[in-house]
């Protein structure tokens, strides 16, 4: 008696149904991919298609941005990838009507509808809203490094970045010099009947050259605008010049007062010992105005602070030596990785709520949070607004790399706890003392209590699930170059985020 094995018959017609809805069950993502879709408006989208008709199809904006969310959710992100998709993923076929779309086809789109593709995040972040998925009573922010398509081995310092510059500028002008000079022989040999067919070879060298050159100078620029201060630091070193400069000025008027009070009784004594007939006894007189060693040196205190005002309002770049840029994509910088060492990439930032819903996800070039945290929390604000959330942010919590006097500053009128000390002894788990840094006792005060060490326990179990699940399903890695197409890249991941929320909420 034989094996009880069921038939697998090949060669057989197998014909799928006819109806396109039978071929995936009604709770399968991309039938839940194609509703979110049908509530998202794509005006901006349609704006960039011509209306008249005229030029060649092109597939329906729904359609790409259906085939893109559905494949970013099963983690899918390579065009190449969406593409051969859509050959052998039964989910991708029914989005697009069964039709192969061409990798080139949703680079494109991609590419071209940058800003729209952005947008796509506070919508489906209103339609959470809607569903009632979004709880404002607390949230977190915290940030990642992320991987950027670029090599860390292929940073260049700022002294082989100018060698390179100048190298591309010796070279475009020996070029074009050479480019010209055949062009005067052309012209010089045309009268005389001669022909040649000599043609210059050069142009694609040309192109490649001047595609380096605006690379290592945009790399270049970079390194010179991160060695400008921020904004709060020359904000702070404004107000210590002005300081300085106040004394300077308040110390010369007091000394020039006393010294002149000095030359004038002296000039009233020698007025009385001479009314008197006396001659020589009024002593040694006081030197003048102009030659007074202490007012001099009170004036050159007073020119040299004001100069260091000067300097304070228009800072100079001065970019260290082993600073670095990537020319491909020099808005990447260096930071630490989670896992040791050091990798070229993004420090990610994301706002999350309960549930792990995103709020706001930014990319910030800093390796360092301290002065990621205003941003953020005006990105949420704006976020907040544009998508209609019903309520305001009760409380809003970040870890130690955030804490800065300034940003408190700032943020001094919102519920806000941000930890001082270590995450421990923030928390309530640990009694041994820490003592927070200057000008930040207030907050430190504040997280001291019973309350505010139960409101900050809050803070990991909101943010730390929000990123091993974006980690989880995207990885660490981003595909794109550049800032612009970075952001969109990760407001993408964050809509897919959201929106697989929004579908198992949908389903239950």
């Not at 008027?253 to 004594?269: F, I, P, Q, S, Y």
């Not at 709520?353 to 996800?361: E, G």
Request: charged fraction near 25%; include cysteine; glycine fraction near 6%.
């Amino acid at each position: 008696m034989g094996h009880n094995f069921l038939a697998c018959d090949r060669e057989r017609d197998l014909e799928m149904p006819r109806d396109i809805e039978q071929w995936l069950p009604p709770e399968h993502a991309c039938w839940k991919v194609l509703d979110v879709v049908e509530e998202l408006d794509l005006s901006a989208f349609d704006a960039c298609f011509r209306s008249d008709g005229q030029g060649g199809a092109a597939y329906p904006p729904a359609t790409l941005i259906a085939l893109i969310l559905y494949c970013y959710s099963k983690g899918v992100r390579s065009s190449r990838r969406i593409e051969q998709a859509c050959w052998d993923d039964v989910g991708c076929r029914i989005i697009t009507a069964n039709r192969k779309v061409d990798h080139s086809t949703v680079a494109r789109f991609i590419r071209r509808h940058r800003d729209a593709l952005a947008s796509l995040f506070v919508q489906v972040l209103s339609l959470c809203g809607r569903r009632g998925l979004v709880d404002l009573s607390a949230v977190a922010v915290d940030g990642s490094p992320m991987e950027a398509n670029a090599s860390r081995r292929s940073n260049q310092r700022l002294e082989h970045l100018e060698a390179t510059v100048s190298q591309c500028e010796d070279q475009i002008d020996a070029l074009m010099n050479e480019a010209l000079d055949h062009a005067r022989s052309l012209e010089a040999e045309a009268p005389r009947g001669i022909e040649t067919d000599t043609e210059s070879d050069d142009w694609p060298r040309l192109s490649r050259l001047c595609d380096r050159l605006t690379r290592t100078r945009l790399a270049r620029d970079r390194i010179y605008e991160r060695a400008l201060p921020s904004a709060n630091e020359i904000r702070i070193k404004v107000e210590a010049a002005e300081r300085m400069v106040t004394r300077a000025e308040k110390r010369l008027a007091t000394e020039t007062a006393a010294h002149r009070e000095k030359l004038r009784k002296h000039e009233a004594r020698t007025r009385a010992d001479v009314t008197a007939g006396r001659r020589g006894a009024n002593g040694r007189p006081p030197v003048s105005m102009e030659h007074k060693s202490v007012l001099v040196r009170q004036q050159a205190r007073l020119e040299k602070a004001r100069d260091g005002l000067e300097r304070a309002r228009n800072p100079q770049p001065v970019p260290s030596p082993q600073a670095r840029a990537y020319p491909s994509d020099p808005d990447s910088r260096m930071m630490l990785g989670k896992r040791g060492g050091y990798l070229q990439g993004y420090n990610v930032q994301i706002v999350c709520a309960r549930r792990q819903i995103l709020l706001a996800i930014e990319a910030h070039d800093n390796p360092s949070d301290m002065t990621a945290l205003v941003p953020m929390v005006n990105k949420t604000q704006h976020n907040h607004q544009t998508a209609g959330l019903s309520g305001d942010i009760q409380l809003s919590l970040a870890d130690s790399g955030y804490a800065s006097t300034t940003t408190f500053e700032i943020l001094a009128d919102l519920p806000l706890l941000v930890s001082v000390t270590s995450e421990a002894h923030q928390a309530g788990f640990t009694t041994k003392r820490q003592h927070a840094r200057g000008g930040q006792h207030e907050m430190a005060e504040r997280l001291s209590t019973p309350t505010g060490q139960a409101q900050y326990r809050q803070r990991s179990a909101l943010v730390e699930p929000g990123f091993a699940q974006l980690f989880q399903r995207f990885g660490r890695r981003l595909n794109y170059r550049g800032r612009q197409a970075v952001d969109t890249e990760l407001k993408l991941l964050g809509t897919v985020h959201n929106l697989n929320k929004l579908v198992k909420h949908t389903a239950m």
